[in-house]
């Protein structure tokens, strides 16, 4: 009965390509109907929004009545999502799959994990830990991922200056603004004579932002530095 | 799979923010080891590969065991594998068989025993009735008047097709010769129980059976709302919660609720004789779901070892092939 899941796939694929209002595309990477890759676009008002995504798709043996494997090729910063082997974790790719889901739905699914990240259940638990201690840098991270790695827009929050100069320097000023921190504050301890990454690791560990500034002392900076 | 996008591969790499050095540390162990030997230390593998480790080992024992469905058996064979333990089990053997029921048709553990011996005994039905030839007939029409509402439970067009598929060509070849498969010859009990034992035919058919399920439950909200609880949790659950999550995910066990929708679905009616070794007397009770739109008519009967769901049957050997 393997003709039985050769046949539904070849179906599914027909009718990815048939259904425009869904955005779901999937193609063959090889010559097998079980090997595909799937894409779409980054759903609006997320981090993701402008980027283009793709998901490796593996059709097991049994399917449908095992779950198909997928995983990112596009890397992306989510806190579902490995962010260096694009594993995804997501139920019904695993315990919760129904054969009554198709490859279109479930990519649809993964769409919608873009929209509401789970991060107490996370695949990527560093990323997970970033996007429940700071939204906001959490976000600009992702944002800077979507831009390099997935064709979106660049980021312009990370760039007040307006023009953008060249790569490498969107870089360095990236890695501040990420990390959701205040240029000066970084140059302040940089100053003193740490390695600028150390700076960005230890403020962005202490929070050291916002009203959060104010209550922690200059020494307990220095102090957390000279640990690092 | 390796992928390099030769736009993006000029850039720099994307600046990585250390959160591991940030408070409250959590479970660093997000990637996937690629090779596990005698000597991987299972706690360093993520809780994802830790997983898909443990449901291979349950499949491979429960795929191994029993087959998906097995020949009718006497009871006698059910009576002596409990002769050695409690007694009010063996009472309760004795008693179905003063009722008349000499056999047990098993179905393999695997979460979807209610599901398969259901449609087993329901198919099974049509094809030993007097007239079979109307039986089929009210079966196909009950189903494809059911179909519109399997749309309107939001399943893929598609999927219907296919998952309706098995099951309406086995009905229909109880009565017509199915010029496609067995030689143009209408269904023997021998094929029957062939396709409920091959796993993709067996498992289109339980698919079918949940889809029919979850419809029901679907789209009678009102009805069922009240009585869907998470399986293990006891949490009261929505409707479409319930059905994505203990429905249409194979090898989720039924319960009352899912018993007395695919009854109303199919229109039939069912009685669960439940073995459950309580009643010291062995007097065994049969719960039954009257869902047939004639109330006499007889139900379709199923064994509940807690658990585990089989169907009882009146004759104790497989009936020989008649229409040889």
Same mark, same amino acid.
Request: proline content about 7%; charged content about 25%.
């Given at each position: 009965?393997?003709?039985?899941?050769?046949?539904?796939?070849?179906?599914?694929?027909?009718?990815?390509?048939?259904?425009?209002?869904?955005?779901?595309?999937?193609?063959?990477?090889?010559?097998?109907?079980?090997?595909?890759?799937?894409?779409?676009?980054?759903?609006?008002?997320?981090?993701?929004?402008? +980027?283009? !995504?793709?998901?490796?798709?593996?059709?097991?043996?049994?399917?449908? !009545?095992?779950?198909?494997?997928?995983?990112?090729?596009?890397?992306?910063?989510?806190?579902?999502?490995?962010?260096?082997?694009?594993?995804?974790?997501?139920?019904?790719?695993?315990?919760?799959?129904?054969?009554?889901?198709?490859?279109? *739905?479930?990519?649809?699914?993964?769409? *919608?994990?873009?929209?509401?990240?789970?991060?107490?259940?996370?695949?990527?638990?560093?990323?997970?830990?970033?996007?429940?201690? *700071?939204?906001?840098?959490?976000?600009?991270?992702?944002?800077?991922?979507?831009?390099?790695?997935?064709?979106?827009?660049?980021?312009?929050?990370?760039?007040? +200056?307006?023009?953008?100069? +060249?790569?490498?320097?969107?870089?360095?000023?990236?890695?501040?603004?990420?990390?959701?921190?205040?240029?000066?504050?970084?140059?302040?301890?940089?100053?003193?004579? !740490?390695?600028?990454?150390?700076?960005?690791?230890?403020?962005?560990?202490?929070?050291?932002?916002?009203?959060?500034? *104010?209550?922690?002392?200059?020494?307990?900076?220095?102090?957390?530095?000279?640990?690092? | 799979?390796?992928?390099?996008?030769?736009?993006?591969?000029?850039?720099?790499?994307?600046?990585?923010?250390?959160?591991?050095?940030?408070?409250?540390?959590?479970?660093?162990?997000?990637?996937?080891?690629?090779?596990?030997?005698?000597?991987?230390?299972?706690?360093?593998?993520?809780?994802?590969?830790?997983?898909?480790?443990?449901?291979?080992?349950?499949?491979?024992?429960?795929?191994?065991?029993?087959?998906?469905?097995?020949?009718?058996?006497?009871?006698?064979?059910?009576?002596?594998?409990?002769?050695?333990?409690?007694?009010?089990?063996?009472?309760?053997?004795?008693?179905?068989?003063?009722?008349?029921?000499?056999?047990?048709?098993?179905?393999?553990?695997?979460?979807?025993?209610?599901?398969?011996?259901?449609?087993?005994?329901?198919?099974?039905?049509?094809?030993?009735?007097?007239?079979?030839?109307?039986?089929?007939?009210?079966?196909?029409?009950?189903?494809?008047?059911?179909?519109?509402?399997? /749309?309107?439970?939001?399943?893929?067009?598609?999927?219907?097709?296919?998952?309706?598929?098995?099951?309406?060509?086995?009905?229909?070849?109880?009565?017509?010769?199915?010029?496609?498969?067995? $030689?143009?010859?209408?269904?023997?009990?021998?094929?029957?129980?062939?396709?409920?034992?091959?796993?993709?035919?067996?498992?289109?058919?339980?698919?079918?059976?949940?889809?029919?399920?979850? %419809?029901?439950?679907?789209?009678?909200?009102?009805?069922?709302?009240?009585?869907?609880? /998470?399986?293990?949790?006891?949490?009261?659950?929505?409707?479409?919660?319930?059905?994505?999550?203990?429905?249409?995910?194979?090898?989720?066990?039924?319960? /009352?609720?899912?018993?007395?929708?695919?009854?109303?679905?199919?229109?039939?009616?069912?009685?669960? %004789?439940?073995?459950?070794?309580?009643?010291?007397?062995? $007097?065994?009770?049969?719960?039954?779901? $009257?869902?047939?739109?004639?109330?006499?008519?007889?139900?379709?009967?199923?064994?509940?070892?807690?658990? /585990?769901?089989?169907?009882?049957?009146?004759?104790?050997?497989?009936?020989?092939?008649?229409?040889?």
């Amino acid at each position: 009965m393997s003709d039985a899941r050769l046949r539904r796939v070849n179906k599914e694929i027909a009718d990815c390509k048939n259904d425009k209002s869904s955005n779901i595309n999937i193609e063959l990477i090889d010559n097998s109907p079980f090997h595909l890759l799937g894409s779409f676009d980054g759903p609006q008002d997320t981090p993701y929004d402008g +980027g283009h !995504f793709e998901v490796d798709i593996v059709i097991p043996d049994s399917y449908p !009545f095992q779950p198909v494997k997928m995983k990112f090729i596009t890397k992306v910063y989510h806190p579902n999502v490995s962010s260096a082997s694009g594993a995804i974790c997501l139920d019904i790719l695993k315990d919760a799959w129904s054969p009554v889901l198709t490859l279109k *739905s479930t990519l649809i699914s993964l769409q *919608s994990l873009l929209c509401s990240p789970e991060p107490n259940d996370p695949q990527d638990a560093e990323v997970a830990k970033h996007y429940m201690t *700071s939204r906001t840098s959490f976000e600009d991270t992702a944002r800077y991922w979507t831009h390099v790695y997935a064709g979106g827009p660049a980021p312009t929050s990370a760039t007040p +200056g307006g023009a953008v100069p +060249g790569k490498a320097s969107v870089a360095v000023r990236d890695e501040v603004a990420i990390a959701g921190l205040n240029k000066a504050h970084v140059d302040q301890f940089e100053a003193i004579g !740490f390695e600028r990454s150390k700076v960005i690791d230890v403020l962005r560990r202490l929070n050291y932002r916002g009203a959060n500034i *104010s209550k922690i002392p200059d020494d307990k900076v220095v102090e957390e530095l000279l640990k690092a | 799979m390796e992928r390099e996008d030769p736009s993006i591969r000029d850039l720099p790499s994307a600046p990585r923010p250390r959160a591991h050095e940030l408070p409250d540390p959590q479970d660093p162990r997000t990637e996937w080891i690629n090779e596990i030997t005698e000597d991987t230390d299972i706690t360093s593998l993520p809780t994802a590969q830790l997983y898909e480790l443990n449901q291979n080992l349950l499949d491979s024992s429960i795929s191994s065991a029993t087959p998906l469905m097995a020949e009718l058996a006497p009871l006698t064979v059910l009576r002596a594998e409990y002769e050695g333990g409690s007694d009010s089990f063996v009472k309760q053997i004795d008693f179905l068989i003063s009722k008349g029921y000499e056999g047990i048709r098993r179905s393999r553990g695997d979460g979807d025993c209610f599901y398969r011996s259901l449609a087993f005994a329901y198919i099974e039905r049509i094809f030993n009735a007097e007239d079979w030839g109307i039986a089929a007939a009210k079966s196909i029409s009950t189903l494809e008047a059911f179909l519109p509402k399997l /749309h309107e439970a939001g399943f893929d067009g598609m999927v219907i097709d296919e998952s309706y598929e098995i099951p309406r060509d086995l009905i229909r070849s109880i009565v017509e010769p199915n010029p496609g498969s067995n $030689n143009g010859q209408t269904l023997t009990p021998a094929q029957l129980l062939e396709v409920f034992q091959n796993d993709s035919q067996s498992n289109y058919i339980v698919m079918f059976m949940r889809m029919l399920t979850s %419809a029901q439950i679907r789209g009678n909200p009102e009805e069922y709302e009240p009585f869907l609880t /998470h399986p293990d949790l006891g949490e009261q659950m929505g409707v479409k919660e319930f059905c994505e999550a203990v429905v249409e995910v194979l090898g989720r066990e039924a319960d /009352h609720v899912q018993v007395t929708a695919i009854s109303e679905a199919l229109k039939v009616n069912v009685a669960i %004789a439940y073995f459950d070794g309580r009643d010291k007397d062995g $007097n065994v009770e049969f719960v039954k779901f $009257n869902k047939a739109i004639d109330p006499s008519e007889a139900p379709v009967t199923l064994i509940y070892r807690p658990g /585990h769901y089989d169907i009882l049957d009146r004759r104790s050997i497989e009936a020989l092939p008649f229409n040889m």
